[in-house]
C-alpha cells in the first residue's frame, strides 16, 4: 500500500508570493493533517481535515490554510509569503475514527522564502 | 495546555549498547496516547512505537520499548542493541483527545548518534 504522497518535495518562493502544497493519504484514510516543523520551533500543528472538513487547527494566521477534496486529497496554501514561512511542512495521514488512530507522514515539502 | 518535554536535546550510543531516551508531559486528560516518532536524515517521520494510557503494561516493539510512568507523566524510549540505522532524530508525541477530532503534541526532540 502505498504511503503518503506530497508534493513538490522542495520549492523556492519569493516573499509576498503564495504557495500551494499537496498531500494524497494512504488508501482508505480520511484524515489529513498538516504540520510546519522549523529549527526553532519544532513541529507545530496547522490543521487537520476530515471528509472535507476542518476538525480542528493550531495557532497560525489566516494566511495558512487549507482543503480537502472528496477524495482524501489536501492542499494547503500560504499567502503572502514571509521568511520566516521557511519550513519543512509536513503532512500525515489516518483513518480519523476511532481512538488512538495513528498518524503517518509523509516525506514533506521543503519551503524555502527568499 | 498540554506540553511535551524532551530534556535530552542530544544523546550519544556505542553501537550495541543500549540508550534511554526521556519524555515528559503535562496534561489533566486521564485517558490519551503517547508515541516515538524517528525521524532520519531523509526527514520522513517514522512510527517507533505507541502506548495507550490506559495500559498499564508498557509497550514493546522488538529493540525499542517505553517506560511509561503515567503518575509521573514521565514516557521514556528504551533502545536496546543499538544499531548505525538508529542515528535520527527522536520525537516524543502526546494525542489529545482519544477519539475523533485530534492533536498531536511534539516535543523538541532529541538527536541521537550512534557510534561504530
Known amino acids: 500500500k502505498a504511503g503518503v504522497t506530497q508534493t513538490p518535495r522542495y520549492l523556492i518562493k519569493t516573499r509576498g508570493q503564495q504557495v500551494t502544497l499537496s498531500c494524497s493519504p494512504i488508501?482508505?484514510?480520511?484524515?489529513v493533517s498538516w504540520y510546519q516543523q522549523t529549527p526553532g520551533q519544532g513541529l507545530q500543528f496547522l490543521f487537520e481535515?476530515?471528509?472535507?472538513?476542518?476538525?480542528n487547527k493550531g495557532n497560525f494566521p489566516g494566511r495558512f490554510s487549507g482543503r480537502q477534496f472528496s477524495n482524501s486529497r489536501s492542499e494547503m496554501n500560504v499567502s503572502t509569503l514571509e521568511l520566516g514561512d521557511s519550513a519543512l511542512y509536513l503532512c500525515?495521514?489516518?483513518?480519523?475514527?476511532?481512538?488512538?488512530?495513528?498518524?503517518?507522514f509523509g516525506e514533506g515539502s521543503w519551503l524555502t522564502v527568499v | 495546555a498540554q506540553t511535551v518535554t524532551q530534556s535530552q536535546p542530544e544523546m550519544s550510543v556505542q553501537e550495541a549498547e543500549t540508550v534511554t531516551l526521556s519524555c515528559t508531559y503535562d496534561?489533566?486528560?486521564?485517558?490519551?496516547?503517547l508515541f516515538w516518532y524517528k525521524q532520519p536524515p531523509s526527514r520522513q517521520m517514522i512510527l517507533v512505537i505507541r502506548?495507550?494510557?490506559?495500559?498499564?503494561q508498557n509497550a514493546t516493539e522488538n529493540r525499542f520499548s517505553v517506560n511509561f510512568q503515567k503518575a509521573a507523566k514521565s514516557f521514556s524510549l528504551k533502545i536496546s542493541d543499538s544499531q548505525l540505522g538508529d542515528a535520527a532524530m527522536y520525537f516524543c508525541?502526546?494525542?489529545?483527545?482519544?477519539?475523533?477530532?485530534?492533536?498531536?503534541?511534539f516535543g523538541t526532540g532529541t538527536r541521537l548518534k550512534v557510534l561504530a
Open positions: 500525515a495521514s489516518s483513518s480519523g475514527t476511532g481512538n488512538g488512530n495513528t498518524i503517518y
Open positions: 488508501s482508505g484514510h480520511r484524515s
Open positions: 481535515y476530515f471528509s472535507e472538513t476542518q476538525r
Open positions: 496534561t489533566s486528560e486521564s485517558d490519551y496516547y
Open positions: 502506548q495507550e494510557a490506559y495500559k498499564q
Open positions: 508525541a502526546y494525542r489529545t483527545p482519544t477519539s475523533g477530532t485530534y492533536k498531536y503534541i
